[in-house]
């Protein structure tokens, strides 16, 4: 599978799905319709090129190949909940196709409008902004589930909360900083973005997962 130093370590039991158009690799939850995460490398040309935001929601059709359910515009209709991006859309102004790539319901999660069009929105804007400083940006964005989750729609459900790790890279020295953030109105209330910065080591603590295992010092 392509993919390098953004990719998480892999479950045996884990089938990771890496898009060539977008260029970003998810592991999708079927039982749940949304991605646990999805990875990809962000740099300056990814976010400098010409290719306008396509809005072409529609089902992944990798998924098809292993039987599992996507969830679709009927899910989401009247729910209260925005389609929220995993991999921004504008992560991926390099070409048309991989602006279209990200538009895939395997590259959505339901977000407060709160969050999605607020402090999420601002984080994203900011990391694009930091590819003019570094070189490359190793990014994991992810959904964390309760034990019990609410659903909208045909059984798509809601993640309790949302991160981003990402790993910086300027020649060989490499920086972490990661972000957890609440799907809820009342805990967003008032906040900025950097009031849920939080360090690469809590997220792995609270998703489980093992990030950036090639980088030295991750």
């Known amino acids: 599978m392509p993919g390098g130093l953004e990719l998480p370590v892999l479950g045996d039991q884990d089938t990771a799905i890496y898009n060539e158009e977008g260029r970003y690799t998810f592991l999708y939850r079927p039982e749940c319709k949304v991605s646990r995460w999805v990875a990809y490398k962000l740099t300056l040309s990814d976010v400098t090129g010409d290719a306008g935001r396509s809005d072409a929601f529609r089902p992944d059709p990798r998924l098809e190949i292993y039987g599992w359910a996507s969830a679709g515009a009927a899910d989401y209709k009247g729910s209260g909940y925005d389609r929220g991006h995993l991999l921004p859309s504008a992560d991926r102004k390099c070409s048309e196709p991989a602006n279209r790539a990200t538009f895939l319901y395997s590259n959505m999660a339901p977000q407060l409008p709160k ?3 607020g402090v999420w929105k601002t984080l994203e804007e900011k990391l694009r902004e930091l590819t ?8 994991v964005a992810g959904t964390v589930l309760p034990g019990r989750w609410r659903t909208i729609g045909d059984g798509v459900a809601v993640p ?3 991160f981003k790790a990402v790993a910086l890279r300027k020649a060989d020295d490499f920086e972490g900083v990661a972000y957890v953030m609440p799907n809820g109105a009342v805990a967003l209330e008032g906040k900025r973005f950097d009031d849920f910065e939080v360090t690469v080591d809590s997220v792995e603590r609270l998703t489980g997962l093992d990030l950036f295992p090639q980088i030295p010092g991750f």
Do not use: K, Q, S, V
């Open 132 to 139: 003019r400083d570094y070189d490359t940006l190793y990014i």
């Open 115 to 117: 969050l999605n069009r």
């Open 160 to 162: 309790d909360l949302f």
